[in-house]
């Protein structure tokens, strides 16, 4: 007997049928299996929790990129978004602004430091080592009360530095005593300074007295003798031609007055020579004390809040009449300075038959205001560097200037920085105020001049010669066709104005391969030398 198949029947209670429409019961009757799966609950489901977990993770490592402040702790609970997404959201953006501008101030610092590091020096310090000979004959020369040489120094205080310095080489020279120089009256700015009031003569006197005899004045037995002038010295004269024509000058009297030293003498003396020009300008010619005080006070209200950079801007009237260029920020000021130029055509210093344009372009120029401005923010000055500017007023005054303190304005000189009366007892004094730059500049983190002159190039060597502190020398040749392209994006500029500069900025630079230049400019390697020439020499 065949077995009666047995039949499954689900057990629905009266009131659900009686609830579900007629379609909705052949549904669930047809799809039994369907039907008898159950969904998991969401927080169950292992995919949503792995997806939760990556955006944890995720925000985890977008903190620690962003959060580059080491003072700024994570928040306890990255996942916390899931509550909070809106607020995330907001902050999220906040973060990464935040964070862009942390990082753009961190590259700004990094260049600025990268403005006020120093040259490599290359270990080269001072080293004024004489030869045996030279001591030897110095104990000889001290003995003559024979012999007194009298010089005349013309031109501003920088020009009659370097006029000293060659008297006390030609004075060696000649084995004579030099009587302190004659600071003549300068026509331009009448000043009538004595060497005493510029500089420290008893200092003077003792840095050289193994090397030449100072007298203050001559003898009571040289009183009534007639100097002998000679006026025919030309120019890069050596010691073989001093002693050949003025040994009889001594001859009548024993006192000789020599006038217009002004870049006579050779560049290329023997070594002993070269050290001693070195002796003089770096030594001996130390600022009296009331100049040295007032320039100390200055340095230490510019050096108060951090570095600064000196300029010394060649910006007066008389600069852009004598270089045959025009100031070029605004035509009334061109055509004074051309009128002028017409008027007076002997004034121009050299090479008279260039044109503006042509000087310009050779780098004969000063540079004004504007290319100042342009040249320092191409290397990275720091817009708030304070920055001390050397030199008589600029042709225009204040506003030739507003170029740069639009871009720079903790921009100060003495007048700015000293205290009401300090400078009034030198007002009138150009030799002073000259001084007095000279020796806020001296002290800088990094000079630029905007021209060259005397000031500068004794600034280069004095720089030089204390550890090879920062100096820029504009590359303005090269670097001025860039300066007037227009279409030049303003990061290409900087980065070819950086990279004409990069060999410009103080480093050692031999004067042995720079024949004809003045070692009180360049002292290496005479007057300076480091461990390998050292041990060389010896």
Same mark, same amino acid.
């Not at 669930?28 to 993770?57: D, T």
């Not at 006070?297 to 108060?304: A, L, P, Y």
């Not at 060999?503 to 300076?528: A, H, I, N």
């Given at each position: 007997?065949?077995?009666? !198949?047995?039949?499954?029947?689900?057990?629905?209670?009266?009131q659900?049928?009686?609830?579900?429409?007629?379609?909705?019961?052949?549904?669930?009757?047809?799809?039994?299996?369907?039907?008898?799966?159950?969904?998991?609950?969401?927080w169950?489901?292992p995919?949503?929790?792995?997806?939760?977990?990556?955006?944890?993770?995720?925000?985890?490592?977008?903190?620690?990129?962003?959060?580059?402040?080491?003072?700024? +702790?994570?928040?306890?609970?990255?996942?916390s978004?899931?509550?909070?997404?809106?607020?995330?959201?907001?902050?999220?953006?906040?973060?990464?602004?935040?964070?862009?501008?942390?990082? !753009?101030?961190?590259?700004?610092n990094?260049?600025?430091?990268?403005?006020?590091?120093?040259?490599?020096?290359l270990?080269?310090? +001072?080293?004024?080592?004489?030869?045996?000979?030279?001591?030897?004959w110095?104990?000889?020369?001290?003995?003559?009360?024979?012999?007194?040489?009298?010089?005349?120094?013309?031109?501003?205080?920088?020009?009659?530095?370097?006029?000293?310095?060659?008297?006390?080489?030609?004075a060696?020279?000649?084995?004579?005593?030099?009587?302190?120089?004659?600071?003549?009256?300068?026509?331009?700015?009448?000043?009538?300074?004595?060497?005493?009031?510029?500089?420290?003569?008893?200092h003077?006197? !003792?840095?050289?007295?193994n090397?030449?005899?100072?007298?203050?004045?001559?003898?009571?037995? &040289?009183l009534?003798?007639?100097?002998?002038?000679?006026?025919?010295?030309?120019?890069?004269?050596?010691?073989?031609?001093?002693? %050949?024509?003025?040994?009889r000058?001594?001859?009548?009297?024993g006192?000789?007055?020599?006038?217009?030293?002004?870049?006579?003498?050779?560049?290329?003396?023997?070594?002993?020579?070269?050290?001693?020009?070195?002796?003089?300008?770096?030594?001996?010619?130390?600022?009296?004390?009331?100049?040295?005080?007032?320039?100390?006070?200055?340095?230490?209200r510019?050096?108060?809040?951090?570095?600064?950079?000196?300029? $010394?801007?060649?910006?007066?009237?008389?600069?852009?009449v004598?270089?045959?260029?025009?100031?070029g920020?605004?035509?009334?000021?061109?055509? @004074?300075?051309?009128?002028?130029?017409?008027?007076?055509?002997?004034?121009?210093t050299?090479?008279?038959? @260039?044109?503006?344009?042509?000087?310009?372009?050779?780098?004969?120029?000063?540079?004004?205001?504007?290319?100042?401005?342009?040249?320092?923010?191409?290397? =990275?000055?720091?817009?708030?560097?304070?920055?001390?500017?050397? =030199?008589?007023?600029?042709?225009?005054?204040?506003? %030739?200037?507003?170029?740069?303190?639009?871009?720079?304005p903790?921009?100060?000189?003495?007048?700015?920085?000293?205290?009401?009366?300090?400078?009034?007892?030198?007002?009138?004094?150009?030799?002073?105020?000259?001084?007095?730059?000279?020796?806020?500049?001296?002290?800088?983190?990094?000079?630029? +001049?905007? &021209?060259?002159?005397? @000031?500068?190039?004794?600034?280069?060597? &004095?720089?030089?010669?204390?550890?090879?502190?920062?100096?820029?020398?504009?590359?303005?040749? $090269?670097?001025?066709?860039?300066f007037l392209?227009?279409?030049?994006?303003?990061?290409?500029?900087?980065?070819?104005?950086? =990279?004409? $500069?990069?060999?410009?900025?103080?480093?050692?630079?031999?004067?042995?391969?720079?024949?004809g230049?003045?070692v009180?400019?360049?002292?290496?390697?005479?007057?300076?030398?480091?461990?390998?020439?050292?041990h060389?020499?010896?």
């Amino acid at each position: 007997m065949a077995k009666s !198949k047995r039949q499954a029947y689900i057990s629905v209670p009266a009131q659900i049928i009686s609830s579900l429409s007629s379609s909705s019961l052949q549904s669930l009757l047809l799809s039994p299996k369907k039907s008898a799966k159950k969904k998991k609950p969401l927080w169950k489901r292992p995919m949503l929790w792995f997806l939760c977990f990556f955006l944890c993770f995720f925000l985890v490592i977008l903190k620690i990129g962003f959060n580059l402040d080491p003072l700024v +702790p994570f928040s306890p609970n990255p996942c916390s978004f899931l509550h909070q997404e809106s607020s995330f959201s907001n902050g999220f953006v906040s973060n990464i602004e935040n964070n862009v501008g942390f990082l !753009k101030k961190v590259g700004e610092n990094q260049e600025q430091s990268e403005f006020w590091k120093q040259p490599d020096g290359l270990g080269y310090r +001072p080293c004024l080592r004489f030869s045996r000979e030279y001591n030897k004959w110095s104990g000889e020369n001290a003995k003559d009360r024979t012999r007194y040489l009298m010089v005349v120094v013309t031109g501003g205080m920088n020009q009659q530095r370097n006029q000293i310095v060659d008297a006390v080489v030609i004075a060696r020279i000649l084995g004579a005593a030099l009587v302190v120089p004659n600071l003549q009256v300068n026509v331009i700015w009448g000043d009538e300074s004595e060497f005493s009031d510029i500089f420290d003569l008893d200092h003077f006197k !003792k840095v050289l007295a193994n090397d030449v005899r100072i007298v203050s004045s001559l003898p009571s037995t &040289h009183l009534t003798s007639r100097p002998m002038e000679d006026k025919r010295m030309p120019v890069n004269v050596t010691p073989q031609w001093i002693r %050949a024509n003025y040994a009889r000058l001594f001859r009548r009297g024993g006192v000789a007055l020599l006038r217009g030293l002004e870049s006579k003498l050779s560049k290329d003396l023997p070594s002993d020579l070269q050290k001693l020009r070195c002796k003089v300008a770096f030594h001996a010619l130390k600022f009296a004390a009331p100049i040295l005080e007032l320039g100390n006070k200055i340095t230490e209200r510019m050096r108060s809040k951090g570095p600064y950079l000196a300029l $010394h801007l060649r910006m007066e009237k008389d600069v852009w009449v004598r270089t045959g260029c025009l100031p070029g920020w605004t035509h009334k000021y061109d055509e @004074m300075i051309s009128k002028e130029r017409k008027l007076r055509p002997w004034l121009l210093t050299s090479k008279s038959n @260039m044109t503006y344009h042509e000087r310009k372009l050779a780098g004969l120029c000063p540079l004004n205001a504007l290319e100042v401005t342009r040249l320092l923010k191409a290397l =990275g000055a720091p817009k708030n560097a304070r920055i001390y500017w050397a =030199g008589g007023n600029p042709l225009g005054g204040k506003e %030739a200037l507003l170029p740069l303190i639009g871009e720079f304005p903790n921009l100060y000189n003495k007048e700015d920085l000293a205290l009401p009366g300090e400078l009034g007892p030198f007002a009138s004094k150009a030799s002073f105020m000259a001084a007095i730059d000279y020796i806020v500049a001296e002290n800088s983190d990094v000079f630029m +001049p905007s &021209h060259g002159g005397n @000031m500068g190039h004794a600034l280069q060597g &004095h720089r030089a010669y204390a550890g090879h502190k920062k100096y820029i020398t504009p590359n303005k040749r $090269h670097m001025l066709p860039y300066f007037l392209n227009d279409s030049l994006p303003e990061a290409e500029f900087k980065q070819i104005i950086m =990279g004409l $500069h990069r060999d410009s900025l103080g480093q050692p630079e031999f004067r042995t391969s720079k024949s004809g230049r003045d070692v009180t400019k360049y002292p290496v390697p005479e007057c300076m030398c480091n461990d390998t020439n050292l041990h060389t020499s010896s």
